[in-house]
């Protein structure tokens, strides 16, 4: 059973960084596109940013210059820097992964909570 666990999540002040990080694990062909969510209290997920199998990356304006995306397929993790964090950038921050084993199916973490606030 494939499994996505996320880590790095925690508190930081307006200005400061974090790093997320999302680890797969169990037994797979291939992991596709990779990509961060996020859900803050009371508003819908939203999708943060992307990246390709090939390593092209996407970014929602809000993140963009701001959050970069990455992944080491021999790891099997991805990874979300995040500098000058914003209060409104405060959610829980999910993982989810295109996984291929006997068929193609989109998988999630379980989240992690990034609160920014002084």
């Known amino acids: 059973q494939v499994q996505l666990v996320e880590s790095g999540g925690g508190l930081v002040q307006p200005g400061g960084s974090l790093r997320l990080s999302c680890t797969v694990s169990?037994?797979?062909?291939?992991?596709?596109?990779m990509r961060w969510y996020r859900q803050a209290p009371g508003k819908e997920r939203e999708l943060v940013a992307t990246?390709?199998?090939?390593?092209?990356?996407n970014y929602a304006d809000s993140v963009k210059v701001r959050f970069t995306i990455s992944r080491d397929d021999f790891k099997k993790m991805v990874y979300l820097q995040m500098n000058s964090l914003k209060p409104e950038d405060t959610a829980v921050y999910y993982c989810?992964?295109?996984?291929?084993?006997?068929?193609?199916?989109?998988?999630w973490g379980q989240g992690t909570q990034v609160t920014v606030s002084s």
């Open positions: 989810n992964a295109d996984i291929l084993e006997s068929r193609l199916s989109s998988q």
């Open positions: 990246i390709s199998s090939l390593g092209r990356t």
């Open positions: 169990g037994h797979m062909f291939s992991i596709g596109e």
